[in-house]
């Protein structure tokens, strides 16, 4: 299985480049975009770190320790999709001209 090791790689990168990205950004609405997009890629990193764990030991503790895993994977990345469609929302607001 290649792809597990090429998603968490892909997902690692992702994190830290809206994680570095928020440091640069000053509108505080840009912000918190990039941090639900961070917060989606963490997700998917723990899942399918998860994921992979347990396809390479197969026991019953890789087992318990990739459920724990997948749950708060799925935590993570649902959580940062709903502040991603939320501050899009806001964002999209912000972009329309106002009209009288």
Do not use: C
Request: aromatic share 16%; charged share 20%; proline share 3%.
């Amino acid at each position: 299985m290649i792809i597990l090791p090429i998603v968490i790689i892909a997902t690692f990168i992702l994190y830290v480049y809206y994680k570095v990205m928020i440091n640069r950004e000053q509108d505080p609405l840009q912000q918190e975009l990039l941090n639900a997009k961070a917060r989606i890629s963490l997700g998917v990193l723990i899942s399918a770190f998860g994921i992979n764990q347990y396809l390479y030991y197969e026991t019953r503790i890789a087992l318990f320790v990739t459920i724990i895993f997948l749950f708060f994977g799925i935590l993570q990345g649902n959580a940062g999709y709903k502040r991603y469609k939320h501050y899009r929302k806001e964002w999209k607001k912000r972009e329309q001209p106002y009209t009288n």
